[in-house]
């Protein structure tokens, strides 16, 4: 693998977005392990793209209006839906003591939602992935999985840097309500500059 390739995979994973913007959240809100957690869900939701590209299917659905208009309009509802459970205080975000066992899949399968629906990673394996690879290789499909783990690999650990970034500040925020509230509302407001931001994405 190239200088380059690690160089994209490290700038796209690291430009705030749908996974890191949750994962803070969960560090703020629930502390160091949901903040892993939610880091492990995100990296999750990348598997679903990468089948895609390495199968061939990605390309089909770039080049499908309604396919990408599906997907779009279901992330901007998605993120509408976290921004209005942030407001609320309530769900996998809400502040309070470390989460019980039970609630670790719950976080899991929302970071992998919200991935699922994140048209950062499909601008990453739609665009710039192939640059990286010989499509005319008869290795290209393990190529693609390969530099797809690899950027998993990166995900999950500057994820896990932001997610233990936020959970060493977290008792500075949940100890002092004014703050608490207002740290849920930046991040419902991101979630909804986000959802914006992705309605009025094109092909």
């Keep these: ?59 089909v659905v770039s080049t499908s209006a309604v396919a990408f208009e599906v997907l779009k309009w279901g992330g901007v509802v998605y993120l509408l839906y976290m921004a209005v459970s942030m407001l609320r205080n309530s769900g996998a975000l809400s502040a309070g003591d470390d989460a019980p066992p039970s609630s670790a899949l719950r976080t899991i399968g929302t970071a992998i939602l919200i991935n699922l629906l994140n048209p950062k990673l499909t601008l990453f394996f739609l665009a710039l992935l192939p640059q990286f690879l010989d499509p005319g290789s008869s290795g290209a499909f393990v190529a693609t999985l390969t ?39 930046l991040f419902a407001l991101s979630f909804l500059g986000l959802a914006a931001r992705l309605a009025f994405a094109t092909v």
């Design 147 to 185: 530099f797809g783990a690899a950027f998993m690999a990166v995900t999950f650990a500057i994820f896990v840097g932001y997610g233990l970034t936020a959970a060493a500040v977290r008792q500075h925020i949940t100890s002092r309500p004014r703050i608490l509230l207002s740290v849920q509302r």
């Design 1 to 59: 693998m190239t200088m380059e390739f690690w160089i994209t995979a490290i700038v796209v994973t690291a430009t705030p977005g749908t996974g890191s913007l949750f994962t803070v959240a969960a560090g703020v809100a629930r502390g160091a392990r949901a903040s892993v957690v939610a880091a492990v869900g995100c990296t999750l939701g990348i598997v679903p793209h990468l089948v895609l590209a390495a199968s061939g299917a990605a390309l």
